[in-house]
C-alpha cells in the first residue's frame, strides 16, 4: 500500500459526530495559550533589557550611584587594566597578569591580536587570513602555556576522484 492509497482511503472513512468542531476548538485553545506565552516572555526579556540599560547608564552617569553599587557589592577597589593591554599587536596572545580585587574577584589580563578562536580552554591564534600557522595555547595558573600541534596532510580518493 502506497501513502496515496493510504491517504484515500482514510478520507473515505465518515468522521464521528462533532469530530471537526472538537479538534477545531482544541486547536484554537492551544493557539491562545502559545500567544499569551509567547507575549508574556517577550515582556520579560524587554522588561530585563530596559532593566539592564537603566543599570549600565545610571553606573556610567552617577559617580554616587556607582559607590553606592560598590559599597552593596563590598567593592572599594575600582578595576586598573594594566600598562600595555590596549595596545594590540596582531599575532601572539600576550599573558599580563592577574589581579584579585578585595579578595573576592579575580581578574586575569591577556591580550590577544584579531585573529583568534577560543573554545574548550584552548586559545588559537594565527598570523594570515588563511590561518596557516597557528599558534595554541591553554590557560595554566602560571599564565598562558604554548601547546605543541601537529601537523597532518594526507590525500582522499572517492569513486576514482
Not at 496515496?4 to 462533532?18: H, I, N, Q, V, W
Not at 591580550?111 to 590557560?139: H, K, S, T
Not at 602555556?145 to 590525500?155: D, I, Q, S, Y
Request: glycine share 8%.
Amino acid at each position: 500500500m502506497r501513502a496515496k492509497d493510504y491517504r484515500d482511503a482514510m478520507d473515505a472513512l465518515p468522521l464521528p459526530e462533532g469530530m471537526e468542531e472538537r479538534v477545531a476548538a482544541a486547536v484554537d485553545a492551544r493557539r491562545r495559550r502559545a500567544g499569551r506565552t509567547r507575549r508574556l516572555w517577550t515582556a520579560l526579556a524587554a522588561a530585563a533589557l530596559l532593566l539592564a540599560a537603566t543599570l549600565g547608564t545610571a553606573l556610567a552617569a552617577s559617580e554616587s550611584f556607582r559607590a553606592a553599587v560598590f559599597t552593596f557589592l563590598r567593592l572599594g577597589t575600582a578595576e586598573e587594566v594594566p600598562a600595555g593591554l590596549e595596545t594590540s599587536a596582531e599575532g601572539d596572545a600576550v599573558w599580563l597578569g592577574r589581579r584579585t580585587l578585595e579578595g573576592a574577584v579575580t581578574v586575569e589580563y591577556l591580550r590577544v591580536g584579531g585573529r583568534r578562536d577560543d573554545e574548550n580552554g584552548i586559545l588559537c591564534c594565527w598570523q594570515d587570513e588563511a590561518r596557516m600557522e597557528p599558534a595554541f595555547y591553554a590557560a595554566a595558573d602560571e599564565g598562558l602555556v604554548a601547546l605543541p600541534a601537529r601537523h597532518l596532510e594526507t590525500e582522499v580518493t572517492w569513486e576514482g576522484e
